[in-house]
């Protein structure tokens, strides 16, 4: 869906802002961009677009070469959030988001209609916040508004640039989860960049680890986090990155042992059930608030499959490691 092949980006000072890039992202996927500041994460995001152009090298848009389109009508079919939001301020949130319907030349009515509906979504009820002005609201709620209106025009891409650096970080974990749910259902083609690591690992499908101008790691979170490509990302996803791992690494079958047979009377202080492919994480807190030292793991109907253990979740780790 979005194809870089050899780009390079040197600015008119001489900076090389990116140097020789070729990644590819699937329809419907989404890819965080981590580095550190200044590492041509920004850069790469706005050839996508167009706000910036290749020095040389091709970027594609659902397979067709965007030097030879026109920037208007290339961003139509791109949404676009950035950190400061960039609403109008004298524009109500309805009208906010309804930008680009309006701009593409939808009845007003027909834009307004789209609006709350896509308001609702990203959790704004648009009776209460509609009619609201930007300086009216959290800064959370300003940033869901941003996602609404990038989403308003349907559009198949979404360029996200540090999308939630602007917030606290307990509300920034719940934009991330709210923006988890939502793209579960609109499977939007995404590039999100952050330069934090905690977040392109939640977020991402896969990650791409800048370095300068250059990714070194394109992976999966969990196979970035178990294998570090080199000892730049290694050193850039910590020292905690098994830990880290815990967050990216399902519950399966193969790392349970089997279910004890019932002592009468054994279910004492046992933690609630959870079901296969809850993360190791959330497995390991329950384990580690009781004292049994087991966790009974359930599957698709709902039945017990197998007990996850302390050793169980090694297992799993070391499993993860060696994909
Ligand atoms: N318009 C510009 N002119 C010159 N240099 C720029 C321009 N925009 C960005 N740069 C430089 O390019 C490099 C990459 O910047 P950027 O893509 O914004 O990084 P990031 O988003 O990873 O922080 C930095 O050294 C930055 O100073
Ligand atoms: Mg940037």
């Given at each position: ?31 965080t961009l981590v580095g ?5 994460k920004t850069?790469t995001m ?36 950035i950190q ?75 360029l996200m640039d540090e999308p939630?650096g ?25 590039l999100l960049v952050t330069h934090?690591?905690?977040?392109a ?7 791409a680890?800048y ?113």
């Amino acid at each position: 869906m979005i194809r870089f092949e050899h780009v390079t980006k040197r600015y008119a000072d001489g900076t090389t802002a990116v140097d020789d890039l070729s990644f590819e992202v699937a329809e419907g996927e989404l890819v965080t961009l981590v580095g550190p500041s200044g590492c041509g994460k920004t850069t790469t995001m706005m050839m996508v677009n167009r706000l910036v152009e290749p020095t040389s090298g091709r970027v594609l848009v659902d397979g067709e070469d965007i030097s030879g389109v026109d920037p208007v009508a290339l961003r139509r079919k791109i949404g676009y959030v950035i950190q400061q939001v960039g609403l109008f301020p004298h524009r109500t949130v309805l009208d906010n988001t309804a930008t680009v319907p309006a701009l593409l030349g939808w009845k007003k009515a027909a834009a307004r209609a789209r609006a709350a509906e896509l308001l609702d979504l990203v959790g704004l009820d648009p009776a209460t916040y509609g009619s609201r002005y930007p300086a009216q609201l959290s800064g959370g709620q300003r940033q869901r508004v941003g996602v609404a209106r990038a989403l308003a025009a349907d559009p198949p891409v979404l360029l996200m640039d540090e999308p939630f650096g602007a917030v606290d970080p307990v509300v920034r974990e719940r934009l991330q989860n709210e923006f988890l749910a939502l793209q579960a259902t609109v499977r939007k083609t995404v590039l999100l960049v952050t330069h934090d690591i905690e977040e392109a690992v939640r977020m991402g499908d896969r990650m791409a680890v800048y370095g300068q101008g250059r990714i070194e790691q394109f992976d999966a979170p969990a196979t970035v986090l178990g294998s570090p490509a080199t000892p730049y990302v290694a050193d850039f996803v910590g020292s905690d990155r098994g830990l880290k791992r815990l967050a990216v690494t399902p519950v399966t079958e193969a790392d349970l042992d089997p279910v004890p047979l019932e002592k009468p009377g054994g279910t004492d202080g046992a933690p609630d059930p959870v079901p296969l492919g809850t993360s190791l994480k959330d497995a390991l807190a329950a384990l580690l608030q009781h004292d049994t030292g087991r966790l009974t793991v359930t599957g698709d109907d709902g039945r017990p499959v197998g007990v996850l253990t302390p050793e169980g979740v090694h297992r799993a780790l070391r499993r993860a490691t060696v994909e």
